[in-house]
């Protein structure tokens, strides 16, 4: 089968499901409005023919600064339309990346959010030569510069759209930026179709999914898993309107599945552990026995009579409760961007809701490997994709089949934009794509990641740490929302650690104690200590942390500490926690005493 561009991709759904229910948002009053496939096309070839009136011709960069919304999947299918490549940017993104971004790009047109956003870039024009016009998603109806004046000028003088060939750019990916500015990886019509025909083959969907939309599409992993596959196959999506919204609306939605981060499960296994840890001795006996007998049936073994009939008694009374928090009919979720902990993964698939983790990049559009529902094994990030291999470079890791995981395939980037330098760093000579990133192959064919060869650190003593593998594993507990390791040339870890503040506030009406400043206190840093070592015990030793800087500030997007797609912004904590860290590092050197200054 020959690999389609996303406009045929876009034009086959549209028609196949045109009266069907593809988008739906939150409108000012608070009610869901949805769109049909049909609604979302005529809007697009709208959009399509305003931009073409702009001047925007093939070859053109079109970038898009917005959160998830109807009118992003609009400008994205017309710009593909007209042989345009999109350059999605998000719309918190700080200010010296968004300039970066249109610079680097040579970003022609942009299509920005909100009305402060406009009149920033609108104020860019001057400083960047490339970028000929700004429109407002947001601007009034009758505004010149707003998207509804698009739309109006391509419904005048409508145009069909263009068929791109295989190796037409569809994108610039510019990567998140946990060190240093964003780089644009180019990705053509070629890399993302091959990524969705493969998809198609072995994670099949059925029409009348429901998704609850949050993670950002301007990310590779929510626009091509989610966005494009997930419409290509008949999806209904609704987006999200904001994270802490995200339960109550999954009740009122009902999806049957989500596409997350290990982030949003972790989130979801502390609420869980948290609230059992509250019932009565005999229903926590049962709930744990409930997972010991669903932890037998994936082994595929027999649990016996009595064993089967009580995970039914579970179900009824504990499991089916907690998924009717999700709204009751969730079914799958996929898990991408980082490791999921095992015990995570196990939780939710006890529950009757399937775990699906796979692994990719943007580099590679962006699924290299996945679980899928024929071939399955908690832990792994599944097999590779039909049409992909991967090699495993021993040199670059601790060897015995574990080293660098080096990709081939039609869904590796065509390269770096402006970076000849890393594009020969990354790229081999025949094709294949260094991934920076550590891992192995079992006997059954399936992918493990062991860990990030930059993230990698020495201890002082000469042992090496990859502290997202420890993060994860300390996360597991109910009192730590979030949890940075750090050791790089020290004799030993430290964590700065963002406590779980509803957790500690349940802890200390129980133990009959008044918190003024849980950094400072003691008796917190006791706790932390404590589920350190309780999380930590299938660590080994010299990786569990020894000291903790408490820190009640999370980290987020907002505060410039974790990306858009929620990964770790390492170097940005460490230089703002720097003085404190050193004086960790300088004072007495015992466990329990190491507070914020």
């Given amino acids: ?299 595929g073994e027999k649990a016996g009579f009595l064993r089967e009939l009580e995970l039914k008694l579970d179900d009824k009374l504990i499991f089916e409760k907690i998924r009717e928090r999700f709204g009751g009919r969730l079914e799958k979720v996929i898990s991408g961007s980082a490791a999921l902990t095992v015990e995570v993964a196990e939780l939710i698939d006890a529950l009757g809701i399937k775990v699906y983790e796979g692994y990719g990049l943007s580099e590679t559009s962006p699924v290299v490997a996945a679980n899928t529902p024929r071939h399955r094994k908690l832990g792994s990030v599944g097999r590779v994709l039909p049409g992909v291999r991967v090699a495993i470079d021993e040199s670059k890791g601790e060897g015995r089949g574990d080293g660098e995981i080096i990709v081939h395939g039609p869904n590796v980037m065509r390269g770096y934009h402006n970076r000849p330098e890393e594009n020969a760093a990354a790229l081999t000579e025949d094709g294949g794509l260094r991934t920076g990133d550590l891992g192995h192959l079992d006997e059954d064919g399936y992918l493990f990641i062991t860990g990030r060869i930059k993230e990698q650190y020495k201890l002082e003593n000469g042992k090496y740490v990859m502290p997202g593998a420890v993060e994860e594993e300390l996360k597991l507990s109910s009192f730590i929302a979030n949890v940075m390791v750090h050791g790089d040339g020290r004799p030993y870890n430290i964590a700065i650690v963002v406590p779980d503040s509803a957790a500690l506030e349940d802890w200390a009406k129980r133990e009959g104690i008044e918190l003024s400043d849980p950094a400072r206190d003691r008796r917190v840093l006791a706790l932390l200590m404590d589920e350190m070592e309780k999380h930590g015990d299938t660590l080994r030793g010299y990786e569990i942390p020894r000291k903790l800087l408490v820190v009640t500030e999370d980290f987020t997007t907002e505060g410039g500490l974790l990306t858009p797609t929620l990964k770790l912004k390492r170097r940005e904590v460490l230089s703002r926690y720097r003085r404190e860290i050193d004086a960790l590092y300088a004072g007495p050197d015992e466990t329990r005493v190491s507070a914020s200054p």
Avoid at 36 to 64: E, K, N, Q, Y
Avoid at 287 to 296: I, R, T
Wanted: charged share 20%; proline share 7%.
């Fill in 1 to 299: 089968m020959s690999i389609p561009s996303l406009v045929e991709v876009w034009e086959q759904s549209s028609r196949r499901f045109a009266e069907r229910n593809a988008l739906a948002e939150r409108s000012p009053g608070g009610e869901w409005v949805w769109s049909s496939f049909t609604d979302v096309a005529a809007r697009v070839d709208r959009c399509r023919a305003g931009l073409a009136r702009l001047g925007v011709s093939p070859g053109d960069r079109i970038a898009v600064l917005s959160d998830n919304r109807l009118d992003w999947v609009v400008a994205c299918y017309a710009i593909y339309g007209l042989e345009g490549a999109l350059v999605p940017m998000y719309q918190a993104q700080l200010e010296r990346e968004r300039e970066h971004i249109l610079e680097d790009s040579g970003a022609t047109i942009a299509l920005v959010a909100t009305e402060p956003l406009f009149r920033s870039v609108s104020a860019l024009k001057e400083r960047l030569p490339s970028l000929r016009a700004v429109v407002g998603l947001d601007l009034p109806p009758d505004h010149p510069d707003g998207f509804e004046a698009l739309l109006a000028l391509g419904e005048a003088e409508p145009i069909p759209a263009r068929h791109p060939a295989p190796g037409t750019v569809a994108g610039f990916f510019y990567t998140s930026g946990t060190t240093g500015l964003p780089k644009g990886v180019v990705l053509t019509h070629a890399n993302l179709g091959s990524n969705l025909l493969a998809m198609r083959e072995v994670f099949p969907l059925e029409p009348g999914e429901v998704s609850l939309s949050f993670l950002p599409w301007a990310h590779s992993f929510g626009q091509v898993c989610e966005l494009h596959y997930g419409l290509s196959q008949g999806m209904s999506i609704v987006i999200n309107d904001a994270i802490p919204n995200l339960l109550e609306n999954m009740k009122e939605i009902r999806p049957t599945i989500l596409v997350a981060v290990p982030r949003i499960f972790n989130r979801i296994y502390r609420a869980v552990m948290q609230d059992i840890s509250r019932r009565p001795a005999l229903l926590r006996k049962l709930f744990h026995d409930g997972l010991e007998v669903a932890a037998q049936h994936r082994r």
